[in-house]
């Protein structure tokens, strides 16, 4: 009797599907691009961003901190209030 190699990996990818994966993927990399292109030019605030990318400010801050905590976005300086971060690429 012989042994199929990589019948088990054959049955689970077709079983399973990553479609989710890839699609949040995706949108990682889109909304990523677009807050980047935003900080290029100067450090922003969520409110700033919020109007730059036509996006929310509870999606901007969602984003704001998977960028941090993947390593390309860095708080910057607070406001001449004290009230507000400003973001900008890191370095």
Excluded at 9 to 20: A, C, F, G, M, Q
Excluded at 55 to 78: H, P, R
């Amino acid at each position: 009797m012989e042994i199929e190699k990589g019948k088990t990996y054959k049955y689970l990818r077709e079983k399973r599907e990553v479609t989710e994966a890839k699609e949040n993927l995706k949108r990682f990399n889109q909304v990523r691009k677009l807050i980047l292109d935003a900080l290029k030019e100067n450090d922003l605030t969520v409110d700033q961003l919020s109007l730059k990318v036509d996006m929310s400010k509870d999606e901007v801050v969602y984003w704001l901190m998977s960028l941090i905590k993947f390593g390309y976005v860095q708080t910057g300086s607070l406001d001449d209030m004290d009230e507000y971060f400003s973001y900008k690429l890191k370095k």
